[in-house]
């Protein structure tokens, strides 16, 4: 008879998988039996909360507690990134609430997949075990694929999935080949047992390339990135705002605890490799992104800008710049969600048309939605008093600290010229004329909470940051 080594005090460092788990399983049923779609919204937003709640309440001690002999355990950092993965759901959700009744979709498998990619989110914030890493990864990516091709009779919904598949399974080759050649030569996946290997041998150092290679296509690191715009564009609004914060989060901390944990020995190198990977992703992000008339593309070139911006951070090596790099996706929770909100605010039905142009006249048709905009895009700036602005302070006063100096000039430029993009959209709003006629109002309640939640968390922890900053240095004490 086979014995597992597990106990049911293993599951404690799970539960918030279980509570989503159990809830995916309750939606299952009740989409089965129930005609109402829109109360599957309403279960998965009570599953995303009780499992937001879980982690809140046990963000405190600051220990790790292991279990699955050592495979999976729970940390402060862990539950930190748990907090942005469900908060991120519960705002996704809510976009998706009229949505999906507005083009008459059978939305039931939609909120199922959801839940398994946060699930798998989850996993990914809470191991040390490359294995886990690419189970997680690959659950996450076939959920992603789903969700951006949901709409099977949208071309380029269908073109965004397929190309996303396509450079997705290129990148979980090198994922696979580094995780390979890690256990050849370590003869462990445990990153506790890789960080005891000799850094100098050419393995090594080829297996530490090609994990690389794999995590900068989840976080859409330059030169990785061509799979951003074209997907963002592609896949429904709610799926874009989703995955532009929620997926990025977990792999950043995968990163953070890779690096940290794993190879240590090597921090001169790879801070080295990260510094060419952010100068090139913030350039390229900015630059491109002037040149672009859809704003979901846009957002999607600023996304890869901001992946930058939060490398500088993990590049210093140091518990203000790893805490940075926590406190920004906190912040870009709210501004960036906001900001696909308000895109999907004036969309109208079958329409797959996210012109920048359909803003014009917005401040005064709209004139709430429009001053929205307008706070999100100074946010994603860097302007005060807005979290977008500490979140930068925090990144290059932890780059200023480590004597990256260049890195933080290139930083500020790229800020100024991310300025030009970000500020068009605004005149757009206030300077353009009236809103074409083709452009109408989505009326959805659901909608304008998620762009309130958007403001309000924008302005709160633009001017008191204290607390999730704190939370956010507590959390990084342990990596």
């Not at 040390?128 to 659950?139: A, K, R, Y």
């Not at 530490?208 to 951003?228: E, Y």
Request: aromatic share 16%; charged share 10%; hydrophobic share 55%.
């Amino acid at each position: 008879m086979i014995v597992m080594p597990y106990h049911l005090s293993d599951f404690s460092v799970i539960v918030p998988e279980i509570i989503i788990a159990v809830f995916m399983a309750i939606l299952f049923v009740v989409d089965l039996i129930s005609k109402e779609k829109k109360i599957l919204s309403t279960i998965s937003i009570i599953g995303y909360l009780a499992a937001l709640l879980y982690s809140i309440v046990n963000f405190w001690p600051a220990i790790q507690k292991f279990g699955f002999v050592g495979q999976v355990f729970i940390d402060q950092a862990g539950n930190f990134i748990n907090i942005i993965i469900t908060a991120t759901a519960i705002l996704a959700v809510l976009m998706s609430r009229d949505f999906l009744d507005r083009e008459d979709v059978n939305d039931g498998e939609y909120y199922v997949i959801m839940a398994a990619s946060v699930i798998s989110m989850q996993l990914l914030a809470s191991t040390h075990n490359l294995i886990i890493i690419f189970l997680s990864v690959e659950t996450l990516s076939i959920a992603m694929y789903i969700l951006t091709g949901f709409f099977k009779d949208k071309e380029k919904s269908s073109e965004a999935a397929m190309k996303y598949f396509i450079f997705g399974a290129f990148a979980s080759t090198f994922l696979v080949v580094g995780i390979a050649l890690f256990y050849i030569y370590t003869g462990s996946v445990e990153f506790s047992q890789i960080a005891k290997a000799d850094p100098k041998n050419l393995i090594f150092i080829f297996a530490f390339l090609m994990v690389m290679v794999g995590i900068s296509f989840k976080i859409a690191a330059f030169p990785f990135h061509s799979w951003t715009p074209d997907v963002y564009e592609g896949a429904p609004t709610p799926v874009s705002a989703f995955m532009s914060v929620a997926p990025k989060a977990a792999a950043l901390i995968v990163l953070i605890r890779f690096l940290s944990v794993a190879v240590p020995t090597i921090v001169p190198t790879w801070q080295h490799l990260l510094w060419v990977l952010a100068v090139f992703t913030m350039f390229f992000g900015n630059t491109v992104a002037l040149l672009q008339k859809d704003l979901k593309r846009l957002l999607g070139y600023s996304s890869i800008a901001h992946v930058g911006y939060m490398l500088i951070g993990i590049i210093a090596y140091s518990s203000l710049g790893n805490a940075g790099v926590l406190f920004y996706l906190f912040g870009y929770v709210f501004t960036n969600m906001g900001a696909f909100a308000v895109c999907e605010y004036i969309s109208k039905k079958g329409s797959e048309d996210s012109s920048i142009k359909n803003l014009r006249g917005m401040g005064y048709k709209y004139p709430l939605a429009g001053a929205a905009m307008a706070f999100f895009m100074l946010s994603l700036t860097g302007i005060p008093p807005t979290v977008g602005f500490v979140g930068k302070f925090y990144l290059f006063s932890a780059a200023i600290d480590a004597h990256f100096y260049w890195l933080v000039i290139l930083g500020v430029i790229n800020s100024a010229i991310s300025a030009y993009f970000y500020l068009s959209v605004v005149v757009e709003i206030y300077m353009k004329g009236d809103m074409r006629e083709s452009s109408v109002c989505f009326n959805s309640l659901a909608l304008k909470y998620v762009i309130a939640i958007g403001i309000a968390g924008t302005l709160i922890f633009g001017i008191l940051p204290s607390l999730p900053f704190n939370a956010a240095m507590s959390a990084v004490g342990l990596l």
